[in-house]
C-alpha cells in the first residue's frame, strides 16, 4: 500500500509513501512523513542538498519534526494509535501537519495540539485527556 501524504511546515510537498499492509499506526505514518520531508530534500537555508551532502551531515539544530496533526478530506482526525489499513486505502491522500514551533504555556510546558497529545503524552495522569 502507498499512500500520498501531503506535509504542511512552512513549505507544502507531497510525498508517496510506502505503508507496506497498513498496519502501522498513524503515529509511525505522521513520524515518517516527517522523517521523509526533511530526508529527501526540503530546502534548508535556501538550497537542496546532494544525496552525497545529505549523508555526511545531521539535521539542521532547528529542524522540528513533531506532528501536529493527521487528517484527509473524509476525516478530520486519524487517532494516533489506529491501524493505517482500517480507514484508508492503496492511493488515498493524507495530510501530515508539523509543528513549525513548539508553542509554550506560561511554564514552559509545549502546548501540544488534541493529536500530539494522545501520541506523545502516556503517563497515568494523562490517561483521561487521551480519550
Excluded at 52 to 80: A, G
Excluded at 82 to 88: E, G, N
Aim: net charge negative.
Amino acid at each position: 500500500m502507498k499512500l500520498i501524504v501531503t506535509v504542511k511546515a512552512g513549505d507544502t510537498k507531497d510525498i508517496v509513501l510506502p505503508v507496506g499492509r497498513g498496519t502501522q499506526s498513524f503515529k509511525w505514518l505522521a513520524n515518517a512523513a516527517a522523517y521523509r520531508f526533511i530526508h529527501d530534500g526540503v530546502p534548508r537555508y535556501g538550497h537542496h542538498l546532494s544525496n552525497h551532502t545529505r549523508e555526511q551531515h545531521s539535521l539542521p539544530m532547528n529542524t522540528n519534526l513533531l506532528p501536529k496533526d493527521v487528517y484527509n478530506t473524509d476525516c478530520p482526525f486519524f487517532h494516533p494509535e489506529d491501524v493505517i489499513k482500517d480507514h484508508v486505502t492503496d492511493g488515498q491522500s493524507i495530510t501530515v501537519e508539523l509543528y513549525l514551533e513548539l508553542p509554550l504555556d506560561d511554564y514552559g510546558i509545549p502546548k501540544l495540539s488534541h493529536w500530539a497529545f494522545i501520541a506523545f503524552r502516556h503517563g497515568e495522569s494523562h490517561d483521561e485527556k487521551r480519550e
